[in-house]
């Protein structure tokens, strides 16, 4: 039993619940991305570059043979990856940028002026004192 209240308690501490949150965001993001290089992003690129489509790029190592299949190196599916992940740590990297700013702002509240010692207190009365 104690073994899952620990559980219980690390569980429900507030970083794992938004690391959990972060991760089922971040998927979600990621879908869209790739969403946005395949459909959106790479069509007309591959119409700028003669009617090239990134999907069909690839290197035959070896030919299909009856039922088994050709060996191939896709590096067009590679780019569409590397160009999505760009886009992703792009994005990754402004949000975070506008966080830390964020933060700073806060940190920049108004200094209250410190409360003087017992000796500038002393010091003050005595100077009023001798002004009187």
Same mark, same amino acid.
């Given at each position: 039993m104690k073994l899952l209240h620990e559980?219980?308690?690390?569980?429900m501490r507030g970083n794992v619940v938004d690391l959990a949150v972060a991760v089922i965001i971040g998927g979600a993001f990621g879908k869209i991305v790739s969403s946005?290089?395949?459909?959106?992003?790479?069509p007309p690129l591959g119409l700028l570059l003669g009617g090239l489509d990134f999907k069909d790029m690839m290197y035959t190592m070896k030919e299909a043979v009856g039922e088994t299949p050709a060996v191939t190196l896709n590096?067009?599916?590679? /780019?569409?990856? =590397? $160009?999505?992940?760009? *886009? /992703?740590?792009? =994005? $990754?990297?402004?949000? *975070?940028?506008?966080? =830390?700013?964020?933060?700073?702002q806060?940190?920049?509240?108004?200094?209250?002026p410190p409360l003087p010692t017992k000796d500038q207190e002393l010091l003050a009365e005595i100077r009023d004192l001798l002004k009187k």
């Open positions: 559980f219980k308690a690390f569980a946005f290089v395949t459909d959106i992003l790479m590096y067009g599916m590679f /780019i569409q990856n =590397v $160009i999505d992940f760009l *886009i /992703i740590a792009f =994005v $990754i990297f402004m949000a *975070i940028k506008a966080m =830390v700013s964020m933060k700073k806060e940190e920049v509240a108004p200094e209250v």
